[in-house]
């Protein structure tokens, strides 16, 4: 099983920036999709969280009306578009599987690294 994310870097305030998580070796078209975000110190943050079929969404206070979450179940790949990044957006992004039904198998990914700064 394996989720690899990319995308990440470094991008000034304002900026925008896409993030993939390729999934392999489970069906993931049966998991929900989530990504979380951490920094030094601090618990992880669920920032965004997608249904199998891609039908429903929903996100973090603080990212709402900035960040997209969407999946494409053909090529096992889900995507957060971050969009108007602040400095606060700063840490790093990890991409995570989770099956709705029991006994809940669940996979994480070993992140991807975002900066926001000038």
């Known amino acids: 099983v394996q989720l690899v994310e990319s995308g990440g870097g470094l991008v000034q305030p304002g900026g925008s920036l896409r993030l993939s998580c390729a999934a392999s070796g489970f069906t993931f078209g049966s998991h929900v999709m989530k990504w979380y975000r951490q920094t030094p110190g601090k618990e992880r943050e669920l920032v965004a969280t997608?249904?199998?079929?891609?039908?429903?969404?929903n996100y973090g206070d603080s990212v709402k009306g900035r960040f997209t979450i969407s999946r494409d179940n053909a090529k096992n790949t889900v995507y957060l578009q971050m969009n108007n990044l602040r400095p606060e957006d700063t840490a790093v992004y990890y991409c995570y599987a989770l099956h709705p039904l029991p006994p809940r198998r669940d996979y994480w990914g070993q992140g991807t690294q975002v900066t926001v700064s000038s």
């Open positions: 997608i249904s199998t079929a891609g039908g429903s969404t």
